[in-house]
């Protein structure tokens, strides 16, 4: 099983609907957690990242299932500039501090 | 307004060569990374620095040494290139280990 575990996709969806992305980890000791986005043939930057209580920002919405051991990315009124792969990134200090990247879910949105 | 600027930004190289590749980041950061992306693949990790003169091996390792002479800037070596280090090589930088990377905007290597 793979640390961290994304969808690939891709989703299509039209301009206005609302999407929703998980994201499955499998330590449970997992300190900090962030989505990326990152645009074909890009660097990855940060999207936002994910607190326990859930966070909001604009029209994206991040939440942490702890004892599900996932968290969620709700992109609400999609954009045709949100087409984009989105990264699920995991931070975990057992054994060493490590970062660990989802492969990625991929969106288009289409007019 | 640089931030971190990866060069070169694509390269060929024949099986057996050499080459290394320059990071440097003007944000001050303690740490820095070097990362390869594989189709269907997250980002793994090859090596970081957690500062000046310190470097450590991440997921990855085999087949690459890096160096950190100096804060700004660290450097990823592929001495005898295979064609499986055929990657999207991305440098990145944070200020602490759970804060947001920078990232640069990475160089296309082929091995051929």
């Known amino acids: 099983r793979k640390e961290v575990e994304q969808d690939p996709g891709p989703f299509n969806v039209p301009e206005g609907a609302t999407v929703a992305f998980n994201c499955t980890y499998s330590n449970s000791a997992s300190q900090s957690f962030f989505w990326y986005r990152q645009d074909c043939r890009k660097e990855p930057k940060l999207l936002m990242s994910v607190y326990s209580s859930g966070n909001e920002d604009g029209r994206f919405t991040a939440q942490l299932n702890r004892a599900s051991q996932y968290i969620s990315l709700l992109i609400r009124d999609s954009k045709l500039s949100d087409s984009a792969t989105y990264l699920c990134v995991v931070n975990t200090n057992t054994g060493g501090f490590k970062t660990i990247f989802g492969a990625g879910t991929r969106l288009f949105v289409k007019a | 307004n640089a931030g971190v600027t990866q060069t070169p930004k694509f390269r060929v190289l024949k099986t057996g060569q050499s080459m290394t590749l320059l990071c440097a980041q003007d944000m001050n950061h303690e740490y820095m990374y070097w990362y390869r992306q594989d189709p269907g693949m997250g980002l793994r990790l090859i090596h970081y620095s957690v500062g000046e003169g310190t470097t450590a091996k991440g997921e990855v390792p085999d087949g690459y040494n890096v160096s950190r002479l100096k804060k700004q800037n660290f450097l990823l070596g592929l001495e005898s290139a295979a064609p499986s280090q055929t990657s999207v090589y991305f440098c990145?930088?944070?200020?602490?280990?759970?804060?947001?990377?920078?990232f640069g905007q990475g160089t296309r290597l082929t091995v051929v």
């Open positions: 990145a930088s944070s200020y602490a280990r759970n804060t947001e990377a920078f």
